[in-house]
């Protein structure tokens, strides 16, 4: 057994997880939309709209509340609905249920300077200080990221300090496109993330 393996994790129970999912349209991109470097390695199944997208015109006898999901903001919680159902790539259970991702670490924080750039930062929990599948980890839940939100939100994935053993030298590596991008020309690795993300394709659909 890996020295990186927690054999004996704390799961919590799904009926204690916070929730707020609620239906969403898939919307597939257009031919020449952008959704990140990410896209073309592991295909997107969902897409929420672009809460930031100019509102659409009414017709006679329409009200705008018909379509108040189009426009409502994307907060923290709908953020965890999304990545809280991605399985761990050592045991057969979200990381919603072992706390490798907790709404109190997620933050969305609009771009200084900028009109509608979003930055959207998600800090990882590993089970355990030395957890070698820290940066897969990492890698699953920005993919799903990049696959479900509008091009606007920059997403930036990191490891919550003092929670890995080598958490500067893994979050260093989340954040670097190069990186990322040479890592998903790996095909057992894209493998490995596309196994992690059958719960939230099942969410979605």
């Known amino acids: 057994m890996s020295d990186g393996f927690n054999a004996n994790p704390t799961i919590r129970n799904a009926s204690d997880l916070p929730s707020r999912r609620r239906q969403i349209t898939a919307h597939p991109p257009s031919s020449n939309a952008s959704l990140g470097l990410l896209t073309s390695t592991i295909p997107p199944s969902a897409y929420i709209p672009d809460p930031f997208s100019p509102s659409p015109s009414w017709s006679d006898g329409e009200s705008p509340d018909e379509d108040a999901d189009l426009v409502e903001p994307i907060d923290e919680q709908e953020i965890y609905d999304l990545i809280s159902p991605i399985v761990d790539p050592e045991h057969p259970l ?112």
């Open 94 to 205: 979200t990381l919603g249920s072992l706390s490798v991702v907790n709404l109190p670490d997620i933050h969305i924080a609009p771009l200084r300077n900028t009109e509608n750039i979003t930055i959207l930062t998600v800090l990882i929990t590993p089970t355990i200080t030395h957890c070698s599948l820290a940066t897969v980890i990492g890698l699953g839940v920005r993919v799903r990221l990049e696959q479900a939100l509008p091009p606007r939100f920059r997403v930036d994935v990191k490891i919550k300090e003092g929670t890995h053993s080598t958490a500067e030298a893994v979050t260093r590596q989340l954040l670097d496109k190069e990186r990322v991008a040479a890592a998903l020309e790996n095909g057992t690795l894209v493998g490995v993330l596309k196994k992690m993300l059958e719960g939230c394709h099942s969410v979605s659909n």
